[in-house]
């Protein structure tokens, strides 16, 4: 099982490319542009699509302008965190705001009973699983309770720890993965703890958008696709801004003209929109800003959802394009 899980990660890591999903993943723990110009008018891929990717986000419960992890949650988790040397904090955020918007939801089994796979708590344990991991953290329940969240925080800190999330990069892909056995899971965990951990202050709506891209890496890029399984960069913005109950239009330029513009030279946040092409009349291109000089986007005919490398200074060069300039669409 290990040796499929690391031959696993080694093929997400081509996907998203090889650099820029090291860094992702080394961001996650705590710790390249296109060469040539994608466009939305691009022709159709022709080779084979790959499977489809299923969508995953964080479970109801906060409205879209609340924090993606309120700031006790946040307090936990880093000092959870501590207790395993290598592990950042973001990554447990980022599987308690998948699994239960940070104890947020009204859902089944987060505060009670169990949900329909039997799950419980707000980080959403199977009972033999809390059963061989549990901890009583600082001022928890005893004994410990999977529905307590300073115990069930402690307890995911213990468990991807005993898996290895400590150990390097590799190590805390296998550790998410032993969370989840699914790859979508594992992705969507990575590039949002990577968001959390460029912005602590992340609210809920670009969280949302961020969680739902990053649930669509590796699907093909098609040519005016808007999902489910296959996107071109400006449908792949829209349906992620859709989940998130932010409406945007269609082709990159309309979604650039609708703004509101970032003024010049302030940095991006996680979320925001980065734009491509020859001039602000001429758009081409459009990805969503993930934090730390990286975005996702359906780059081109032939070419996958992904994870690369985004710069974002107004006219710095990206492949035959410059960067337009960036937006913010959910303020």
């Known amino acids: 099982m290990r040796r499929l899980v690391a031959g696993c990660a080694l093929v997400v890591c081509f996907a998203l490319g090889l ?148 150990a390097g990069r590799s190590g805390l892909y296998d550790a998410v993965w032993d969370y989840d056995h699914t790859p979508v899971y594992v992705e969507t965990v990575l590039v949002l703890a990577h968001a959390l951990g460029a912005d602590p202050g992340l609210l809920s709506a670009p969280a949302t958008a961020i969680a739902f891209a990053a649930s669509k890496l590796g699907a093909p890029y098609v040519w005016g696709g808007t999902g489910p399984d296959g996107f071109d960069c400006s449908g792949l913005v829209q349906a992620a801004y859709r989940a998130a109950g932010v409406q945007l239009p269609r082709v990159a330029q309309t979604q650039y003209d609708a703004g509101p513009l970032l003024p010049a030279l302030t940095p991006p946040a996680p979320g925001d929109l980065v734009f491509f092409g020859a001039s602000a009349a001429s758009v081409s291109h459009v990805g969503i800003y993930i934090g730390a000089g990286a975005m996702i986007d359906a780059p081109r005919s032939g070419t996958v959802v992904r994870v690369q490398a985004a710069p974002t200074v107004p006219g710095a060069r990206w492949g035959d394009e410059v960067v337009v300039g960036e937006t913010r669409p959910w303020s």
């Open 19 to 166: 650099g820029t999903c090291a860094a992702v993943v080394a961001a996650a723990m705590g710790g390249g542009g296109g060469t040539t110009a994608p466009t939305d008018s691009a022709a159709p891929a022709s080779e084979p699509a790959p499977a489809s990717v299923a969508a995953i986000g964080p479970a109801p419960g906060s409205p879209q302008g609340a924090p993606a992890v309120p700031r006790a949650w946040e307090a936990l988790e880093q000092q959870a965190a501590s207790t395993c040397h290598g592990l950042g904090w973001s990554v447990l955020a980022a599987i308690g705001r998948v699994e239960s918007d940070s104890g947020r939801s009204a859902l089944p089994g987060v505060a009670s009973g169990a949900n329909a796979a039997g799950a419980e708590g707000p980080m959403q344990f199977e009972a033999p699983t809390f059963a061989e991991y549990a901890v009583v953290g600082p001022s928890g329940a005893t004994p410990p309770s999977p529905y307590d969240p300073v115990d069930a925080v402690y307890t995911a800190a213990h468990l991807l720890c005993a898996n290895g999330a400590g």
